[in-house]
């Protein structure tokens, strides 16, 4: 069984680019979500997948979104970035509706923007 | 506006002694009190969750005390161990999606030998 895997593992970007972070969920499991963890805080609900489709947003800006393939992958990303979407940015799957309540968490894509 | 407040930023204790982290939060319609645990250079890992309908939860050295009318809980680690020293954080959520946790902003514990 495989975890949860993210890549790339450490980017630096400049102010007003874009960027695309990419997630393999655990194996089996349908529902991907993305967490921005700042520096010393703990970790922000961005939004979640679930069957490819978005269910539920935290309070980030639509310059942020994502994608869930049929294979339960997904894609984070960022448009028009400022320096302070400089973070940790962790992306966790789970089972679901059906969960018992247990996120899985991959190591992160540590994004720093100049 | 912070929904769950964690404290302390940071403790220190000796192996074998017994770091208490605090949490409160502010939503009555939490119903989902998890704890994770975080390494450098990880992920948060789930360590121990407890729901309402219980005012305490055992899983090995760590315990969650829960008081739902102080709208508090906290988690207990019993002998702790070098190895324990990582960041603690707590977090919450409402029945319709545990996924969408709101999280604590984190305690540093430091176990020395």
């Known amino acids: 069984e495989t975890g949860v895997t993210q890549s790339p593992t450490h980017l630096i970007k400049t102010r007003g680019q874009q960027v695309t972070l990419r997630c393999s969920s655990q194996s089996g499991h349908n529902t991907v979500s993305w967490y921005q963890q700042a520096l010393g805080q703990g970790p922000q609900f961005i939004f979640q997948?679930?069957?490819?489709?978005?269910?539920g947003r935290g309070n980030f800006p639509p310059r942020f979104s994502g994608l869930q393939f049929p294979n339960y992958s997904s894609e984070l990303n960022v448009n028009a970035l400022e320096l302070d979407d400089s973070a940790l940015y962790l992306c966790?799957?789970?089972?679901?509706?059906?969960?018992?309540?247990?996120?899985?968490f991959g190591e992160g894509s540590r994004l720093t923007v100049l | 506006q912070q929904q769950v407040k964690q404290s302390p930023q940071s403790l220190i204790v000796q192996k074998g002694g017994i770091p208490i982290i605090n949490c409160a939060y502010e939503n009555t319609a939490f119903d989902y009190f998890p704890w994770y645990q975080q390494f450098p250079g990880k992920g948060p890992a789930l360590l121990i969750a407890i729901r309402p309908d219980v005012s305490e939860k055992k899983e090995g050295r760590f315990t969650i005390s829960f008081n739902k009318s102080a709208k508090q809980f906290s988690l207990h680690i019993m002998d702790s161990q070098p190895g324990d020293s990582a960041t603690y954080f707590c977090a919450a959520s409402k029945g319709d999606n545990t996924d969408k946790l709101i999280f604590g902003t984190g305690t540093r514990l430091q176990v020395f030998p």
């Open positions: 997948y679930y069957r490819e489709e978005e269910n």
């Open positions: 966790a799957s789970s089972l679901g509706f059906a969960n018992t309540g247990e996120l899985f």
